[in-house]
C-alpha cells in the first residue's frame, strides 16, 4: 500500500481524531465487528450485547462461532443497562459490546470498570455515533477497541473502522483483513434480497409465532454482504466527508430538539438525550403497540419516513435462549418505539408534517377512548 493512499491518509486522520494509536479500516462496521472479535482469540466464549440494536452485531458474534447473551437496557435512552450486567457476565464471558444506539453514548464508566472486574474485554460500538461524545470523551476512544461506522451520521454508504491502542490487537486486526474478501459485485442485489426476507420473516413472526428458524439462517446465507474490504475511492469519500461531520452534527442536533419541542402528549415519552452527543435517529415511545400502528400507517400514506426499529433480537433469533422476562424493558421498548429522520436532508416542511399526524393520530385515539 503507498503511503499517500486515501486509507492511509483515513487511518491517520481518524487515530488523530480520536487519540488512538491504531486504526484500521473494514469494509463497514460488520466487518469491523467480526475481525475485531477475531483479534481478541476468545474461542468458547460468550459475549454480551443489548438486544435493543440492529442484528449486524450478532451476526459479527456467530460469523466468529461465539455465544451471544443478550442484556436488558434503559428505558430511557435505549442503551445497555448496566445493572443485570454483573449477573450476566461470568467466567465464559469473553467481551462486552455496549452500543451507543442512535447516537446516545452508553454508561461506560460502569461497563468498562465492570470488565476491568471480570477481567473481560469491552468493544466500543460507535457506529450510530460518530463524533458524539461522552462526559467530555469521544465515543469511539473507550474499551480496548473500538468500532465506527462512515454510513450513518455521515453517510457515505461504505466504511468502517477498527480503533485501538493495544498492538498485539492492531497487529492481528491487520493480519486477518488480509483474509477478508473484496466488496461483491452483487452486494446491492443481496441488500435488496435481505430486506424483503428480513421484514417478511418478521411479519410471519408476528403471524405465527413460528419464524425463528428462518432469522437464525439468515446471517450465514447473507454473510457476503457483511464482510469485505474498504475500497481506495471509500476511503478518500469519507475522508474527505470528515470535513463536514461538525456541521451534520449541528444540523442533526438542532431537528432532534425541533421534535423535542413540538411532539407533546401525554401518551410520548422522550429520551433523556445528552445534546453533548449525536441523535442519528429521534425516537419516541407511545403508550400502546396499537397507537404506533395507526401513527406509522397514517405517516407512510403521506410519504414521510418512519421506523419502528429496532425489534429486540432475542425476538428473532434463537440463539440465546435463556428466560426473556429478563429482557423486559427491550420488550416494551420494540412494542412501542418510533424513530423519526434528522438527518442535514430534512426540512422543516417534514418535521411538522410528522408532528401534526402523531398528535393528530393520538388526539384522536385519546378522544374515541373517552366515548
Not at 126 to 135: D, H, M, N, R, V
Not at 143 to 163: C, E, H, M, V, Y
Not at 211 to 224: G, T
Request: aromatic content about 10%.
Amino acid at each position: 500500500m503507498v503511503s499517500d493512499s486515501y486509507v492511509t491518509k483515513l487511518e491517520e486522520r481518524l487515530s488523530s481524531m480520536f487519540d488512538r494509536k491504531y486504526v484500521i479500516l473494514t469494509g463497514r462496521a460488520t466487518t469491523a465487528i467480526f475481525v475485531g472479535l477475531k483479534s481478541l482469540r476468545l474461542k468458547n466464549k460468550s459475549i454480551v450485547l443489548p438486544s435493543m440494536v440492529c442484528p449486524d452485531p450478532l451476526y459479527a458474534v456467530l460469523y466468529n462461532n461465539l455465544r451471544p447473551i443478550f442484556c436488558d437496557v434503559n428505558l430511557f435512552d435505549y442503551n445497555m443497562n448496566v445493572d443485570p450486567l454483573s449477573e450476566i457476565i461470568s467466567s465464559k464471558t469473553g467481551a462486552i459490546i455496549p452500543v451507543h444506539l442512535f447516537g446516545q453514548a452508553a454508561d461506560m464508566d460502569h461497563i468498562i470498570q465492570l470488565a476491568k472486574d471480570f477481567h473481560v474485554y469491552v468493544m466500543e460500538d460507535a457506529a450510530q455515533a460518530l463524533g458524539g461524545k461522552y462526559k467530555g470523551k469521544k465515543v469511539g476512544s473507550m474499551g480496548d477497541l473500538s468500532i465506527l461506522s462512515f454510513s450513518k451520521i455521515i453517510n457515505t454508504g461504505r466504511g468502517g473502522a477498527i480503533l485501538t491502542d493495544d498492538k498485539k490487537i492492531a497487529d492481528r486486526c491487520r493480519k486477518i483483513m488480509k483474509a477478508v474478501p473484496q466488496y461483491p459485485n452483487f452486494n446491492e442485489e443481496m441488500y435488496d434480497c435481505y430486506k424483503r426476507i428480513f421484514y417478511a420473516t418478521q411479519d410471519l413472526l408476528k403471524i405465527t409465532g413460528k419464524a425463528k428458524s428462518i432469522f437464525d439462517l439468515m446471517p450465514h446465507i447473507f454473510k457476503e454482504m457483511y464482510i469485505y474490504k474498504i475500497r481506495e475511492k471509500w476511503a478518500e469519500i469519507v475522508y474527505d466527508e470528515l470535513d463536514n461531520l461538525d456541521k451534520n452534527i449541528e444540523i442533526r442536533n438542532e431537528n432532534a430538539r425541533k421534535f423535542r419541542r413540538e411532539l407533546r402528549h401525554l401518551d410520548i415519552t422522550h429520551p433523556r438525550y445528552k445534546f453533548d452527543s449525536v441523535v442519528y435517529r429521534y425516537s419516541i415511545l407511545v403508550k400502546e403497540e396499537e397507537q404506533r400502528r395507526k401513527i406509522v400507517e397514517s405517516l407512510r400514506k403521506q410519504g414521510l419516513h418512519v421506523s419502528t426499529l429496532y425489534t429486540p433480537l432475542h425476538r428473532l433469533f434463537t440463539v440465546d435462549m435463556k428466560e426473556n422476562s429478563r429482557l423486559k424493558n427491550a420488550d416494551y421498548i420494540g412494542e412501542r418505539i418510533l424513530n423519526f429522520w434528522v438527518d442535514p436532508s430534512v426540512k422543516d416542511d417534514y418535521i411538522k408534517k410528522v408532528v401534526e399526524i402523531v398528535l393528530g393520530t393520538l388526539h384522536e385515539w385519546s378522544s374515541k377512548r373517552k366515548r
